[in-house]
């Protein structure tokens, strides 16, 4: 991972710069921090087919956010056919 020998002093430089951050909630902290993930997946990975699967998915999400699963039970689900 980037950034992982870094002093702290250093990689709270972003913070810094940005410290309406730290005034956002757990919950937006959060979502913010699966967004800049999902984006950098999005960045390294330049498979047209799939980055167009991933944003009809999203797309998806966006127009019925009701429609998805919470990442914790799809987890469980997964970790029971896993070990069924």
């Given amino acids: 991972m980037k950034g992982a020998g870094v002093p702290d002093k250093v990689r709270l430089m972003i913070v810094e710069r940005l410290p309406e951050v730290l005034a956002l909630s757990t919950e937006d902290k959060e979502i913010l921090a699966e967004e800049l993930l999902n984006q ?3 960045e390294q990975d330049k498979d047209p087919q799939l ?3 991933l ?3 999203l797309g998806n999400h966006n127009d019925d956010p009701a429609s998805g699963v919470r990442w914790e039970v ?3 689900r ?4 896993r070990h069924a």
């Avoid at 997964?78 to 056919?81: A, D, I, M, P, T």
């Fill in 74 to 76: 799809l987890r469980d």
């Fill in 51 to 53: 980055l167009d699967l």
């Fill in 78 to 81: 997964l970790l029971k056919r």
């Fill in 55 to 57: 944003r009809r998915r």
């Fill in 40 to 42: 950098v997946v999005l």
